[in-house]
């Protein structure tokens, strides 16, 4: 094998020495994307074979058999079979037998083994399930290999879990790359459907595919970024293909890729992002588990419930690479301020199926906040941003927000509305205002309409010209019309300090 074990993976191959030892053989290996899992199968491996075991190692899909197949060339284990279609290595004699779950639940068969490794093993196979509860097979060690071993039921098929670190732990000690996330995108997820715990992929693609969010990814990777070596995570095919559309017409390089992209062509797709040919990836769920790419910059554009997609997507820009300090994390869905960072994520128990009884007692962790000056994501209780050094100034109980003022209300989160969720009957009494404050002040009679414009971005219906000017004054208008004149004093400062500079 190339190279010593890191200390966490020689951890690791003890507990799970002693474990066998100690008769139990449904384990579950916890371990962060990038911590190092091929390597300690390596030694699994190769510990076994030096006692003339036979040992199988099984993927979760066809598309990781030739990553495997490299990663263990890489560490020196090249003796293999592989078992999937007509496969040219397929040799049954050999003790090494690598295959997808797919290619034995279609053949109905087990290779022979005396210890099976299930990489991804939070992905289980109904196969998975029978070749686990199968009566000859109890005295064979099955060892899972999972960042996100939170699969509902996963208990019921193994008996432990061992978590050899976590991420960190492994960005503290350099073993993972540190990352800094930027919360740039605020969708309306309002309306979709919650369904099996997570958003209705169709209502969830309609939502994100508005025509200022997808404009809103291509701005901000190109201000905060810029560069190759991007992958970006969108909702469905349509969503994926509409993003990677808007960076080709920014000109932009992009490609894309999903389920149904060939394996030759996924191959020439991953040739293309490490040579620069793409600056960007765009996918739809096939770069999320056993990707080893170099992935520099993360686009999260879908939004999940899920702490497990959340944390297997994230993994995949933690990898360390000569040359990069940091991983830039956009996250344009709100998941990471809705389930806090990768880092707090933990997994410490195996679901066994059963409802889990939640403690009174048990507290919700502070979640990050998103910086008002930069959008660099803090950590909770956090008053400097690290990012720009804006200190977050205690606030009274009315809220700035898109150029307006929001009145806040204790225990509920507010967010401003978009221009398309006014009614028109709403739209004709803030104008009538607008009317009112404009007569009030002896303002020009352009000045309601280019107000107007400002708030809505489209100039009033002309039907709107015969408007009365409204007898009262609300606050949401008196306030909105102040936040306006604010921003326009300060840019104004802003322009005169620039001019005199000059």
Aim: with cysteine.
């Amino acid at each position: 094998m190339n190279g010593e074990l890191w200390p966490h993976q020689a951890e690791g191959l003890e507990a799970l020495r002693q474990t066998v030892k100690n008769g139990i053989y449904r384990i579950v290996l916890c371990a962060p994307t990038g911590s190092g899992k091929t390597k300690l199968s390596a030694a699994v491996i190769n510990g076994a074979v030096a006692k003339g075991k036979r040992v199988a190692f099984v993927v979760s899909n066809l598309s990781l058999i030739d990553q495997s197949i490299q990663a263990f060339y890489d560490e020196g284990i090249q003796d293999v079979s592989v078992l999937q279609g007509n496969h040219h290595m397929q040799d049954w004699s050999k003790k090494i037998q690598i295959a997808s779950i797919q290619t034995l639940s279609s053949r109905k068969a087990y290779p022979q083994a005396d210890i099976v490794i299930i990489d991804e093993c939070h992905v289980l196979h109904e196969h998975h399930k029978k070749w686990m509860t199968d009566p000859d097979w109890q005295s064979v060690p099955f060892i899972g290999l999972s960042a996100t071993p939170g699969t509902r039921g996963l208990g019921k098929y193994f008996q432990t879990l061992l978590t050899i670190s976590t991420t960190q732990e492994l960005i503290e000690k350099g073993f993972l790359s540190p990352f800094r996330v930027f919360s740039t995108g605020h969708p309306d997820l309002s309306d979709v459907k919650i369904v099996a715990g997570d958003y209705q992929e169709n209502q969830l693609s309609e939502a994100m595919q508005k025509g200022e969010l997808t404009a809103d990814i291509i701005r901000t990777w190109q201000e905060k970024w810029g560069k190759d070596k991007t992958l970006c995570y969108a909702v469905d095919c349509a969503h994926a293909q509409s993003i990677q559309e808007r960076f080709l017409h920014a000109g932009i390089s992009a490609g894309y890729q999903d389920a149904k992209t060939s394996p030759d062509e996924r191959r020439e797709i991953k040739r293309k992002f490490h040579n620069g040919e793409y600056s960007v990836v765009c996918n739809v769920g096939t770069l999320t588990t056993g990707t080893d790419w170099d992935c520099r910059c993360l686009i999260l554009a879908r939004p999940t419930r899920s702490k497990m997609l959340f944390q297997q997507i994230i993994g995949r820009c933690l990898r360390i690479a000569d040359g990069k300090d940091h991983a830039l994390i956009l996250d344009h869905s709100e998941t990471t301020m809705n389930l806090g960072f990768v880092t707090e994520i933990h997994w410490d128990f195996l679901d066994d199926g059963k409802p889990q009884k939640k403690s009174v007692a048990e507290k919700k962790e502070p979640l990050p906040k998103e910086c008002t000056n930069c959008a660099y994501l803090k950590p909770p209780k956090t008053k400097i941003c690290p990012n720009c050094g804006f200190e977050t100034k205690i606030r009274s109980e009315i809220m700035e927000a898109d150029g307006e003022l929001v009145e806040l209300t204790p225990g509920k989160k507010v967010k401003a509305k978009s221009r398309h969720e006014f009614t028109e009957d709403e739209q004709r009494q803030f104008f009538a205002e607008l009317k009112a404050y404009a007569l009030q002040k002896e303002y020009k009679p352009g000045w309601a309409a280019m107000k107007f414009k400002e708030k809505f971005k489209a100039w009033p219906p002309r039907h709107f010209d015969g408007v009365a000017p409204a007898t009262v004054l609300s606050p949401t208008v008196a306030l909105w019309i102040r936040s306006r004149n604010i921003a326009f004093a300060k840019a104004r400062m802003k322009n005169n300090a620039q001019a005199n500079q000059d």
